[in-house]
């Protein structure tokens, strides 16, 4: 079974430009967080999704968005893109709430890294 | 605001001894609890878990036990192995509901020296 899946791996870009990262979820799975992991820094929560809606999101500014698409796969958008953007981001998913316990777990991607120079 | 803290950057060990992780949170609605690991390059991977209804999770050479009073949880290591050098996030979450979020923790790079 394919894991969560991000794409691109790596990718640079401007200061002042825009990106869109992409994730699949694990089949089955209806949630996908989206997570920023900068240099010497943990992980900061960014977004949730669960079936198609936002559910939550971090404490960023509004050019960190996203959307989640009908086959539960998702993408993070980041505008007008700041030096300090410089990071790894990372996507997980969470099965459903009707698989139990098992939802309690959220399984990663290998993430996008992302430089603004 | 951090509700999820692990206020050891780094933590070294030598090869088969213990290593023992610790991690505080400030929340006490949180009810389930996860460690993660994470190597370079990849992205965090399962390790172990613990609900707030037990104060003990064993699973081979990990053993996590959570403190409620204390709001404190630790994760164990024996014996330490050269491939258990990692980063480790501890992780909370509050509820099951369609609200709760994971929230992580600064993380813990280990390394397990010969």
């Known amino acids: 079974e394919a894991g969560v899946t991000q794409s691109p791996t790596h990718l640079i870009k401007t200061r002042g430009q825009q990106v869109t990262l992409r994730c699949s979820p694990i089949?089955?799975?209806?949630?996908v967080y989206w997570y920023q992991q900068a240099l010497g820094l943990g992980l900061q929560f960014l977004l949730w999704y669960d079936e198609g809606e936002e559910r939550n999101r971090g404490n960023f500014p509004p050019r960190f968005s996203g959307r989640q698409f009908p086959n539960y796969s998702s993408e993070l958008n980041v505008n007008a893109l700041e030096l300090e953007d410089s990071a790894l981001y990372l996507c997980?998913?969470?099965?459903?709430?009707?698989?139990?316990?098992?939802?309690?777990?959220?399984?990663f991607g290998e993430g996008s890294w992302l430089t603004v120079v | 605001d951090q509700q999820v803290k692990q206020n050891s950057p780094s933590l070294s060990v030598q090869e088969g001894r213990i290593s023992i992780l610790n991690c505080d949170y400030t929340n006490s609605m949180f009810d389930y609890f996860l460690w993660y690991k994470k190597y370079p390059a990849e992205g965090p991977t399962f390790l172990i878990s613990i609900s707030s209804i037990k104060d003990k999770n064993e699973d081979g050479r990990f053993t996590v036990f959570l403190n409620k009073s204390a709001k404190h949880l630790s994760l164990h290591i024996v014996p330490s192995q050269p491939g258990d050098s990692a980063v480790y996030f501890c992780a909370a979450r509050r509820g099951y509901s369609s609200a709760s979020k994971i929230i992580f923790g600064s993380g813990t790079r280990l390394s397990i020296r010969p």
């Open positions: 997980a998913s969470r099965p459903g709430a009707s698989l139990g316990t098992s939802g309690n777990t959220i399984y």
């Open positions: 089949s089955g799975h209806t949630s």
